[in-house]
């Protein structure tokens, strides 16, 4: 769906503000005529009255308020842009543009994906016009701004330091606008639009899969998009917009970034293939783990971070790492198919177990329980099929920590 007019969006919202067309014509310069066909382009790319036209003025429909909220969002994202642009001129005297300017969603698009892909021709390409116009678009901004925001080099066209900062805000203003259709249906009871999800390990086995697939049952218009990265690069991703919320195990964060959601406790259990020699044994001692390798997660991940500190508590020495991996279904073959041993989530062995592949070892691992949740940027608003996402996953995990 292509992306609706930021103009008529912002020219929308002052007339919501000011109560009607011929009282908004003199705050944005127009004439009566001109502001009256901008808000009825947008009615009509919406297919749906925005405005109850009664005698004493224009009143908000229930559409027209869901849609005012989120131009507020953009209005509040575009304004911290300028308000850094001019603490930055008034060092170097640059000009910078009223805030209406900034609002031309062409231009906030070209200088988002100039960022992510450093190469004009690129951007050119996914917004279907031509190297020149893309230029433009980014000279414009800068124009408006009083600042660069890329400087060319032999990787390409890098972000300045004004231009990481500005366009993760742009990103998230594009985000708003991407959730007004959606919003505008869930009205009518009908949830659509792009859900974009970071998940960690753990809950794609079971709690997710579910989620997903109660959810696509009750609603087949939706789009769910669920991305597998480092816990650093889904964050950056939450942070900008791009990601509605990261679900996994919990990890420390700024508290004036992010916010999260707790929904249970895992434990951590030591794991190897059903007939294992330690699985003979009735008790297991520390000094057993010794005498077989083991296969590991990465340094610094949540469950390695608490395994070390195991250990370290016990007083033992490191044991032998022969394989240090992220990729789930490695560590699954490597298990089932030498004497290797690890440690995994007690949720995530559920699976294993089931179906006869992997069992739990009688040893205990005090200390090792993990939170697992979802996060959230602070202060989002999410459009209604992460919302309804996110309902779904809370039911679930009820569910299971019911049957538990």
């Not at 930055?88 to 000009?95: E, N």
């Not at 099929?385 to 039911?395: H, K, Q, R, S």
Request: charged fraction near 20%; include cysteine; charge should be neutral.
């Amino acid at each position: 769906m292509a992306l609706l007019n930021l103009r008529h969006l912002y020219v929308f919202n002052i007339v919501a503000t000011t109560g009607g067309v011929r009282r908004s014509s003199d705050t944005l310069l127009r004439d009566s005529s001109a502001v009256a066909r901008s808000v009825a382009a947008l009615e009509s790319s919406l297919a749906v009255p925005l405005f109850e036209r009664k005698g004493r003025g224009m009143l908000l429909t229930a559409a027209g308020e869901a849609v005012q909220l989120r131009v507020r969002r953009i209005e509040n994202e575009l304004r911290e842009v300028r308000d850094d642009a001019l603490r930055l001129s008034d060092r170097s005297g640059g000009q910078v543009a009223a805030l209406d300017a900034l609002f031309n969603e062409r231009r906030l698009l070209a200088a988002v994906l100039l960022a992510e892909a450093h190469h004009m021709p690129s951007v050119a390409r996914r917004m279907e016009v031509s190297p020149p116009a893309v230029s433009q678009a980014i000279s414009l901004l800068e124009g408006l701004l009083g600042q660069s925001l890329f400087f060319r080099t032999a990787q390409g066209m890098l972000p300045t330091d004004a231009g990481r900062r500005w366009t993760e805000h742009f990103e998230r203003a594009l985000a708003e606008l991407r959730h007004i259709p959606a919003d505008i249906a869930a009205l009518a009871g009908s949830v659509q639009g792009s859900v974009t999800i970071g998940t960690l390990p753990l809950v794609r086995y079971e709690i997710l899969p579910r989620a997903i697939a109660t959810l696509l049952h009750h609603h087949p218009g939706l789009h769910i998009r669920s991305l597998e990265s480092p816990y650093e690069e889904l964050s950056a991703g939450l942070m900008s917009g791009r990601i509605d919320f990261i679900i996994g195990s919990l990890r420390p964060f700024d508290s004036d970034t992010f916010v999260s959601m707790p929904l249970f406790t895992d434990k951590a259990v030591l794991t190897a293939r059903v007939d294992h020699p330690l699985t003979r044994k009735k008790k297991i001692k520390l000094t057993d783990l010794a005498d077989y390798p083991w296969v590991m997660a990465h340094a610094g991940t949540p469950l390695r971070t608490l395994l070390e500190e195991f250990f370290a508590t016990q007083g033992v020495s490191w044991p032998s790492t022969a394989v240090e991996t992220g990729d789930q279904a490695l560590v699954r073959g490597l298990l089932c198919a030498s004497d290797m041993l690890t440690v995994l989530s007690a949720h995530r062995l559920q699976h294993e177990v089931h179906s006869g592949a992997l069992t739990a070892l009688p040893f205990d691992l005090p200390g090792m329980e993990r939170i697992i949740g979802v996060t959230l940027r602070k202060g989002a608003h999410l459009s209604p099929g992460a919302t309804a996402l996110l309902g779904e996953i809370e039911n679930i995990t009820t569910t299971l920590q019911q049957a538990a």
